[in-house]
């Protein structure tokens, strides 16, 4: 069977799909950690770890991915949202 893969934003190295955090932008507009995997939206992916996290947020990654300028409490709640997901 084929396994999906999908690159990391940040260190840009390709990974199983299963093994990446989703980060997706909603039809609405909202960009929010997606746990599923399955919501609904253009989605980016991520490693999970902290180094990709916290390069993503520092250089504003998603900003290229979904094609608009992302507000600075947007990236604070994905990085809040990433650690609290690690701690669970």
């Known amino acids: 069977m084929k396994v999906p893969i999908r690159t990391c934003v940040a260190?840009?190295?390709?990974q199983p799909k299963k093994?990446?955090?989703?980060?997706?932008?909603?039809?609405?507009?909202?960009?929010?950690?997606?746990?599923?995997?399955?919501?609904?939206?253009?989605?980016a992916y991520i490693c999970n770890r902290a180094q990709c996290v916290q390069d993503a947020?520092?250089?504003?990654?998603?900003?290229?991915?979904?094609?608009m300028n992302i507000d600075d409490s947007v990236y604070t709640r994905l990085l809040e949202e990433y650690n609290e997901q690690k701690q669970n």
């Open 57 to 67: 947020v520092k250089k504003k990654l998603f900003n290229r991915n979904f094609k």
């Open 11 to 14: 260190c840009r190295q390709p």
């Open 19 to 43: 093994q990446l955090l989703r980060v997706v932008k909603t039809p609405q507009g909202e960009i929010k950690l997606d746990s599923t995997g399955r919501a609904n939206g253009r989605g």
